[in-house]
């Protein structure tokens, strides 16, 4: 079966967040059910010297008036097709915000390209190679289903969604510039209170939906995680499935981690307080018996961030540490820093993305805070579980049916691996740092829950059969066959 995928980052290549973690990881799980997939990814700045001194497989002369050029690479194990509009793609800056931090002006035009080009793939623009099944990831590439119908194309599609908070939502002004005719601008299409919605659209038009987990998939059916589009969803729920995000275990794996100080398994997790001494020692934290706690995330009002000032005091007067890595809404960073400026030596905040430290947080953590206000279905919580690092969350989404809580029952049953709480307040949190530097306080209980955190498997494989499954649906219903899955690029 022949696949294209459609992103706006993926692992290792772009990533600003699980979006890539997801897009990079799923093709190569997909695998093992015969399924190939190819990415279709923006030719960012940083990307192109994979495209130096390269043919293109084919140029698109007229693509909403900018001409484009389609590269087959092969990196990372990964196949994939790379978009090259420099006039749109090579730039500085992330895929989204430019150098200043401020979201790139034309980005509806930018992802809207991507979109149209995936489209045409679709349509068969390219020779010799023609997906089976296209797979669109969030409103960046949500408008290919829309381009897909205007060409007639049946090719399938599934739309996933991994975060609804974002919808790339621009005035109505622009829907001849993304080269779409006005029988379009209605309310069973793009049409969102007079503006065009790019996600709205790909709702719309997709065969079928996912969430990246079944708690979201039905939060989102509500007003308060609808984010507006609850209607819309509610429409369509017959089309709607959850489906648990995975992680590469080949990448997360505490056994066999470059970037660790010392590695570790279920057998030697002791060796853990090694690369707890390495993190402390860096960041200027104590070296005593208190639990590490830890979070990497991105520092926003979603993940719960603002919360964290406050808890912080619950930890470190309870005897804990506090490490934060992250970046994001400045007033958050700048409150973080001032009650690390308050707790010399008991709470350190790196601001600033960098993997490997994500890394080495989980290798040296007593526990991952993740205190999101919603979260579809959230990564580092997952890592978290493999690294042993027991996960303190609140109850929602992803974190909700991945985390077992340490309750009584759960605990007697040997199936707790962290601790929750609702609703998401500060207060919730607080309590719930107070269970965990409760159980801490236990050796013996503490490394039970370790252990069993780290049994929880959470690889891709499940997730992975279920995609597979849902894709081989979709090709029958169409009355297609699919293709035997060896690329012939
Ligand atoms: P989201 O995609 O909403 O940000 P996820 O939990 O799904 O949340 O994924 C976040 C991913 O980004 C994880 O791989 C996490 O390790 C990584 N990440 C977040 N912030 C940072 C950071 N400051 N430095 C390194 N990695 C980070
Ligand atoms: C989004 C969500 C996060 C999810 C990730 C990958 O960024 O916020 O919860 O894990 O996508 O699906």
Redesign the pocket.
């Known amino acids: 079966m022949r696949v294209l995928s459609v992103t706006s980052e993926i692992f290792p290549l772009i990533k600003t ?3 890539a ?2 897009t990079g990881a799923l093709p190569k799980a997909l695998m093992r059910f015969g399924i190939a997939t190819r990415t279709l990814v923006p030719a960012y700045a940083s990307l192109r010297p994979m495209i130096r001194d390269r043919r293109p497989l084919m140029e698109f002369e007229d693509l909403l008036g900018e001409t484009a050029a389609l590269y087959a690479v092969q990196a990372e194990g990964l196949d994939l097709f790379l978009l090259d509009a420099p006039a749109l793609f090579d730039r500085p800056g992330g895929p989204y915000i430019n150098a200043e931090g401020k979201d790139h002006e034309d980005n509806w035009r930018r992802f809207a390209l991507l979109s149209l080009a995936a489209a045409e793939i679709a349509s068969g623009a390219l020779p010799g190679w023609q997906p089976d099944l296209v797979h669109t990831h969030d409103w960046q590439t949500a408008l290919t289903s829309v381009y897909m119908r205007e060409r007639d194309c049946r090719v399938p599609v599934v739309l996933t969604i ?2 609804l908070a974002f919808q790339g939502q621009f005035s109505a002004s622009l829907l001849h510039a993304i080269g779409l005719p006005p029988s379009v601008f209605t309310t069973d299409c793009l049409e969102y209170y007079n503006d065009i919605c790019f996600l709205k659209g790909g709702l719309m038009t997709a065969d079928l939906i996912t969430a ?1 987990s079944p708690t979201y998939a039905r939060e989102i059916l509500t007003k308060r995680f609808g984010m507006g589009l609850e209607g819309v969803l509610s429409l369509r729920r017959n089309k709607l499935w959850g489906i648990v ?1 995975g992680i590469d275990s080949e990448i997360w794996d505490p056994a066999n981690d470059p970037h660790l100080f010392a590695r570790f398994d279920q057998k030697t997790i002791g060796l853990k307080r090694l690369n707890k001494m390495e993190l402390q020692n860096r960041f200027g934290l104590q070296n005593d018996d208190g639990p590490l706690f830890a979070a990497v995330t991105r520092l926003t009002w ?1 993940k719960g961030m603002d919360m964290m000032a406050e808890a912080a005091d619950e930890i470190i007067h309870g005897g804990g540490k506090l490490f934060i890595l992250g970046q994001g809404d400045q007033a958050i960073e700048a409150a973080l820093h001032a009650v690390a400026e308050r707790y010399p030596g008991r709470m350190a905040v790196q601001i600033g993305y960098d993997e490997e430290t994500a890394h080495r947080v989980h290798g040296g953590a007593d526990s991952i805070i993740q205190p999101s206000r919603f ?5 580092t919580q997952l890592y978290a579980l493999r690294y042993g690092c027991v996960p303190v969350v609140s109850r929602t ?2 974190l909700a049916e991945t985390i077992i809580d340490a309750n009584d029952a759960a605990l007697s049953a040997k199936a707790a691996t962290g601790f929750q709480f609702h609703p998401v307040t500060t207060d919730g949190l607080r309590h719930a740092l107070r269970r965990a530097l409760q159980a801490y306080a236990s050796p013996k209980e503490w490394r039970r829950l370790q252990i069993q955190a780290m049994r929880a498997n959470y690889s891709w494989e499940r997730s992975a059969e279920r995609y597979s499954n849902l894709y081989a649906n979709l090709i029958r219903q169409a009355g297609g066959r699919p293709t035997a899955s060896k690329l012939s690029l």
């Open positions: 967040g699980g979006l973690d997801v991994h975060n990246v995000n979603q979260e579809p279905c959230g990564l989404g992803g």
